[in-house]
C-alpha cells in the first residue's frame, strides 16, 4: 500500500484528489495539508511514501517546504502538481529535489502513475520536462538569468517580485532580515536589475507570478 499526503491550499482539490485517490487499490491517504508549513508538519508526524504538493499557497509556498521536506524526510518522496507551466517551475524545482512535477492540466491517471513511479524511490519525468531537461543540458551557458539562480536566491527573488519586504520575507524563511539583503544583492547581480520593480516586471513577463 502507498501512503500519500495532499498539500493544497483548496479543499475542492484536496478533496477531489482523494476521492480519485480512494478509487485505487493501492493507495491510502494518510493526512492532508493546506500550505507549506502545514506539509512539514505532515511529514514529520505521518509515515509517507509520496507527498503530493501544490507549489502556489498562501505563506509559505510548495518551493518554500520542499528544502525542509527534503531535509526532514528524506526519504519521502514529492510530487509536485502546480497550475505553472512546466517551462517556468519544472527544471528548477527537479534540481532542488523534488521527484516530479505535473502540471494540474495532466490527465489524473498520470498523477498516479508519478505516485506509483516515485513509490518505487524513482523519478517520474513526463516527456515535456524531459525535453526542457534536455534543452537546458543543450543550451550550456546560454540559460534565463533567473535559471542561474541558487535555491535560496530564486525563492527570495519570487517573494521580492512579489512585493514582499525584507524582513517580511526573513521571518517566512527564518533567515535575519540581513542574510535576506545579502540574497537580493547576490540576485540582482545575477540577474542584471537593478530595483525591486525590475524583479517584478521580470517575474510577471516570464510568467514565474500572476
Do not use: W
Amino acid at each position: 500500500m502507498i501512503k500519500v499526503g495532499i498539500v493544497d491550499d483548496h479543499a475542492i482539490v484536496r478533496a477531489g484528489l482523494k476521492q480519485f485517490f480512494a478509487e485505487q487499490v493501492d493507495l491510502r491517504v494518510i493526512g492532508e495539508a493546506a500550505s507549506g508549513r502545514e506539509a512539514i508538519d505532515l511529514v514529520r508526524n505521518e509515515p509517507m511514501d509520496v507527498l503530493v504538493m501544490d507549489l502556489s499557497m498562501p505563506g509559505q509556498s510548495g518551493m518554500d517546504a520542499l528544502g525542509m521536506i527534503r531535509a526532514k524526510a528524506p526519504d519521502v518522496g514529492v510530487l509536485i502538481l502546480s497550475g505553472y507551466p512546466e517551462e517556468h517551475y519544472a527544471t528548477n524545482l527537479i534540481r532542488q529535489g523534488a521527484s516530479g512535477f505535473l502540471n494540474k492540466e495532466c490527465d489524473p491517471e498520470e498523477i498516479v502513475k508519478a505516485i506509483r513511479t516515485i513509490a518505487m524511490g524513482k523519478r517520474y519525468i513526463s516527456a515535456s520536462v524531459a525535453e526542457l531537461l534536455a534543452q537546458q543540458l543543450g543550451k550550456g551557458e546560454d540559460v534565463l538569468p533567473h535559471e542561474q539562480l541558487s535555491e535560496r536566491e530564486f525563492q527570495v527573488f519570487l517573494k521580492l517580485a512579489k512585493g514582499e519586504t525584507a524582513s517580511d520575507i526573513a521571518e517566512e524563511l527564518s533567515l535575519s532580515v540581513k542574510t535576506v539583503s545579502t540574497y537580493r544583492t547576490r540576485l540582482m547581480e545575477k540577474m542584471n536589475l537593478h530595483t525591486n520593480s525590475d524583479l517584478t516586471y521580470y517575474a510577471l513577463k516570464n510568467k514565474l507570478i500572476d
